[in-house]
């Protein structure tokens, strides 16, 4: 099953909007990762967030992290039309040493 | 620098043919791994290597079986195919475990007829 759960499953919005994602998890972790995937294309790493850290900020990518909440929030500001992606979270469990993946958020940002 | 390269692209099968996908890295990485991902759905793992001479399962590894045949390649192999394997492979690798980033392929379509 999926470690991580990413709200909304899809997101509209218009270029110049910031557009907030949200991943939930289930069990405790060393770090939390943000992907990107373009239609047809492999994953790329966005960024990295350790489960010490709050708050992350990677040019206008800014993520945050609660461990008490077990989540993690996406926030990327002035969006594009070339931020239109599917976005993906994922987490490496404190049991493991492998990454697992949430189903994703589809971001479509219009013109 | 090419990063993770995957072959093929796209692959037919029949029910019941063989294959083997082929992933190979030039970055010195230590780990490396397989996953799929069907339409909807996020990644799943379907088996990992941790460092060369090691493997092990992931979520799904029931129909495959994988060979670390060197540090840089880490191949995928389906004995016999089922239309339940249709779905888009992706090959990623990592300096060491999950605790840094992944780099992954360009994804193989594979369907199963």
């Known amino acids: 099953s999926q470690q991580g759960e990413e709200d909304p499953q899809a997101l509209s919005i218009q270029e110049g909007e910031n557009a907030t994602m949200n991943c939930s998890y289930k069990?405790?972790?060393?770090?939390l990762q943000w992907y990107r995937q373009n239609s047809g294309r492999g994953l790329v790493h966005l960024i990295l967030?350790?489960?010490?850290?709050r708050e992350k900020h990677s040019g206008r990518l800014r993520v945050t992290l609660d461990t008490s909440k077990k989540s993690s929030s996406l926030l990327i500001t002035a969006s594009r039309a070339a931020d239109t992606a599917s976005y993906f979270c994922?987490?490496?469990?404190?049991?493991?040493?492998?990454?697992?993946f949430g189903e994703g958020t589809q971001l479509t940002v219009n013109p | 620098n090419a990063g993770v390269t995957q072959t093929p692209k796209f692959q037919v099968l029949k029910t019941g043919q063989s294959m083997t996908l082929q992933c190979a890295q030039d970055?010195?990485?230590?780990?490396m791994y397989w996953y799929r991902q069907d339409p909807g759905m996020g990644l799943r793992l379907i088996y990992y290597?941790?460092?060369?001479?090691?493997?092990d399962k992931g979520e799904v590894p029931n129909g495959y079986n994988v060979s670390r045949l060197n540090k840089r390649e880490f191949s995928l192999r389906l004995e016999s195919a089922a239309p339940s394997q249709t779905s888009v492979y992706f090959c990623?690798?990592?300096?060491?475990?999950?605790?840094?980033?992944?780099?992954f392929g360009s994804g193989t379509q594979l369907s199963v007829l």
């Open positions: 994922a987490t490496e469990e404190t049991s493991g040493s492998r990454l697992t």
């Open positions: 069990t405790s972790i060393n770090n």
């Open positions: 290597s941790a460092s060369e001479g090691t493997t």
């Open positions: 990623a690798s990592s300096v060491q475990g999950a605790y840094e980033k992944l780099f």
């Open positions: 970055m010195n990485h230590n780990s």
């Open positions: 967030i350790r489960s010490n850290e």
